[in-house]
Each structure stands twice: as structure tokens, then as C-alpha cells.
């Protein structure tokens, strides 16, 4: 019983580097996020996806691209990574229900450092 | 202003106290109501739903004031195990889900 799994869940790369951040969910959600979270402070969300085939930026979404392969991934592109992306990020899943909102299920976090 | 405002604390309380946080939102359609708990560096994980009879899970005491946008959650005979940072989450009914920034919580022996 998986949930949310997040991959890789520790990373170091060199400024200008390239990665993705992988999420994957069995839990048969519509909607999933990415957030970053930096050292003492709150969540702040970079993408969103409503939908399969849909996404939408967040609050902070630049030097970052997504993808919504189906409706079990989401992946967070880093195209040229920068010192200032040296953070926390949580993949999350929601799901409808009734029309509400249900709570957001997270994975476990990958632990992102630039140098 | 932010949609979702939490007191950041820290709160310091010795075990067996009574500690109540409290967390404002803006936006007036905002449908449903959350609270979750986040260890040091690990993943927000959901303490419980907020109803707005207000509603009871052990110790811990969620309650929703509408009329004053705040939510509440009372933790009543506190244990070191608590020691946390409490997020509150809202949500719109346009799919939209705002977290607090959380307030910190240190029960002591």
C-alpha cells in the first residue's frame, strides 16, 4: 500500500544541471501537487494538475516545468538547477469527493541540495 | 494578506498542559477544513478533518467559526510525542487547497 511514492529521495547536482523528480500515486486521485518547503518555513506550491492532461502553475513555479504522464504521475522538471532550488519537495494527491475537497495524501519528500 | 494565517509559536508547553492554536482564512467559500501535524523535515500528514459541529478525536479538539474564519484544534493533556508543527489547510470548492505556514509546538518533560 504505496500511496505517494517520490523518487529520488536524496539528490545532489552542480548549478546548470538538469534532473526530474518522479511521483507516482495508487490511490486512484484526480488532482496532484508539487511543493517545496524550505528550512523553516511553510509549504509553497510550485504545480498543480486538476486532471490527466492538465496543469496549472502555483505560487512559485519558475525554473520548473511539469508533466502529467497519466493520471498515477507527475513529474517536476528542473531544466538548469540554480542554488536558490535547494529544497524540500512533496509531491501530493487529491481526490473529489461529493464535490469537496478531500485532504491531500504526501509522499515522503526528496531532499534536493545545488551546489 | 495571506489566505490561510497561523500564530507561527513556538509554543512551549510542560506535558499534561492544555494548548490551543488558532488559524484565520480569508476567502469566505472556503468548504472544507484540515488540520494536519509535520515532524522535523518529513511529510505534512493529515491530525484530522474539521466539521462544523466541531468534532473530538482523543485529546485533540478541531472546531470551525464560520461566521469569524477560524479554525481551532485544542490538544488537551499534551505529550512529548506532540511536539510538531500543526499546518491548517483550507479548501475552496474550485479545487483550490491553501496550507498555513503552521505553528510549532514543543511539549517539554
Known amino acids: 500500500n504505496a500511496g505517494v511514492t517520490q523518487t529520488p529521495k536524496f539528490q545532489v547536482l552542480k548549478t546548470g544541471q538538469s534532473m526530474t523528480l518522479q511521483c507516482a500515486q495508487d490511490?486512484?486521485?484526480?488532482?496532484m501537487y508539487w511543493y517545496r518547503q524550505d528550512p523553516g518555513m511553510g509549504l509553497r506550491l510550485i504545480y498543480y494538475?486538476?486532471?490527466?492532461?492538465?496543469?496549472d502553475k502555483g505560487e512559485v513555479p519558475n525554473g520548473y516545468n511539469v508533466s502529467r504522464l497519466n493520471k498515477r504521475e507527475f513529474s517536476l522538471r528542473l531544466e538548469s538547477a540554480a542554488p536558490s532550488q535547494t529544497s524540500v519537495y512533496f509531491c501530493?494527491?487529491?481526490?473529489?469527493?461529493?464535490?469537496?475537497?478531500?485532504?491531500?495524501?504526501f509522499g515522503d519528500g526528496t531532499r534536493l541540495s545545488i551546489l | 494578506r495571506k489566505e490561510v494565517e497561523q500564530d507561527p509559536g513556538p509554543f512551549n508547553v510542560p506535558e499534561g498542559a492544555t494548548v490551543a492554536f488558532n488559524c484565520t482564512y480569508s476567502?469566505?467559500?472556503?468548504?472544507?477544513f484540515f488540520w494536519y501535524r509535520q515532524d522535523c523535515r518529513k511529510e505534512p500528514k493529515l491530525l484530522m478533518s474539521?466539521?462544523?459541529s466541531g468534532n473530538e478525536d482523543g485529546r485533540f479538539t478541531a472546531q470551525l467559526n464560520r461566521a469569524s474564519q477560524y479554525i481551532s484544534l485544542l490538544i488537551r493533556d499534551s505529550k512529548l510525542s506532540d511536539s510538531a508543527t500543526y499546518l491548517c489547510?483550507?479548501?475552496?470548492?474550485?479545487?483550490?487547497?491553501?496550507f498555513g505556514d503552521g505553528t510549532t509546538l514543543t511539549v517539554k518533560p
Open positions: 501530493a494527491t487529491g481526490g473529489l469527493l461529493d464535490s469537496r475537497n478531500q485532504p491531500q495524501h
Open positions: 490511490m486512484n486521485h484526480n488532482s
Open positions: 494538475s486538476a486532471s490527466e492532461g492538465t496543469t
Open positions: 476567502n469566505s467559500a472556503s468548504q472544507s
Open positions: 474539521v466539521y462544523s
Open positions: 489547510v483550507v479548501n475552496t470548492n474550485a479545487g483550490k487547497s491553501t
